[in-house]
């Protein structure tokens, strides 16, 4: 039963097996991502109050699940690596930090566009918003230390250290953050979630989420065997990879 | 082998016996605070009604930042001279020698910034209600500045540029006791009761209590050895 997990050690087994994983992941992720933006921009109802300018959420929600989920998946790996010395666990922690800064980055971008017709301003202090940028700045730290070390495996260490803390902290500064916000919330702006959408524009949101859900496990999966190939260079079989068999 | 207690004192003694040697890198985060402070009316504006609506907030963040700047200090002398590696070495529970090491980090370095406040808040025009939170909102918070600063300084030390990285790793994890001290010291300044967020305040402490030592032995353990 255990044999897969130990399987899992060997990142050389893991990069065949990857390897069969990805035309599937990449098909999966086109063809959802593609009917999601077809659906929700071409074919979805206009919002009553917003207009058009609501369908930015169909890559304004996804991005920040997945900002967010990110963060959560680095820091299990992280986990793994620790409790179990598994290199390839800290490799998956090391791909997974930039996509995680990328996605985050991409939600408050899109909230920025999309605040700027339905709030009249780009930016505003909610805490939504707010507990966003700290994630930001979490991602930021870790990218930092892990391109400080001259070391591959002393800087997995540490950022699966620094994950970790930052993921028993952020439920810490997410309800801190929340709290602040209800102390100051202005009265002119209310940013109450979402009133339940309606069933049509809600399934290509659906749609949407999973095509990120597959997008981002084939982004983290390439990532993962660049960090695989830089790390085991000197070793045989990339070697042979290399030279082509 | 030295007891448990006895290693946990002698390193306490030990860090407070070499800061009193360098008393002049005591008060230099003193002194950052002060000049900071003063910055804020010469930015913003003198006019004592507008310092007191951000007194709260100000005297917050520069406590925070002056603690920054001192966890430099934390281990990188120790790093330095090879006597972190002797107490790694050494037979006691590295997170319990950390944890001294905090402790008598907060001493030199928390501890004065707190004592140093109030003065602070009265150059500022914080009104009279707001002094008493202030000062037992800083005990907490520098406190847990120290704590937590400690994973940061510990995951950097090996680096030899730490301090603008320690800055951005920890910062993020100084939110919520910026949010519930400042907002302590407004509550207070409102006439309202503050007893609720200063114990929130004082779990976020406690929190990192528990958790700041072994993440920052472990820290140690994986920047030195690796």
Redesign the interface.
Known sequence: MWQWFHKLGSPRWFYDISGKFLPWLALASVVLIVTGVVWGLAFAPQDARQGNSFRIIYIHVPASFLALAGYYVMAAAGAVGMIWKMKLADMVMIAAAPLGAALTFIALFTGAIWGKPTWGTYWIWDARITSMLVLLFLYIGIIALSRSFSTRETSARACAILALVGTVNIPIIYKSVDWWYTLHQPATIKLTGAPSMHPDMFKPLLVMILGFYCFYALVLLLNTRTEILQRERRTNWVKELAAGK | MTSLSGAFFAVIQRDLAIAMRHRGDLLNPLFFFLIVVTLVPLGISPEPARLAAIAPGMIWISALLATLLALDNLFQADFDDGSLVQLMLSPQPLWLLVLAKIIAHWLVTGLPVVLFSPLLGLMLSLPQAGFLPLLLGLVLGTAMFSL?GA??AA??VA?H?GSV?LS??V???Y??VL??GT?AVQRAVDGMNYGGVMA?LAA?TA?SLL?APF?AA??LK??IN?
Do not use: D, E, H, W
């Open positions: 937590m994973v940061g995951l950097t680096l540029k990285l951005l790793l910062m993020p994890l939110v919520p949010i519930f907002s929130m976020v929190f958790l993440a472990g820290a994986v920047g690796g």
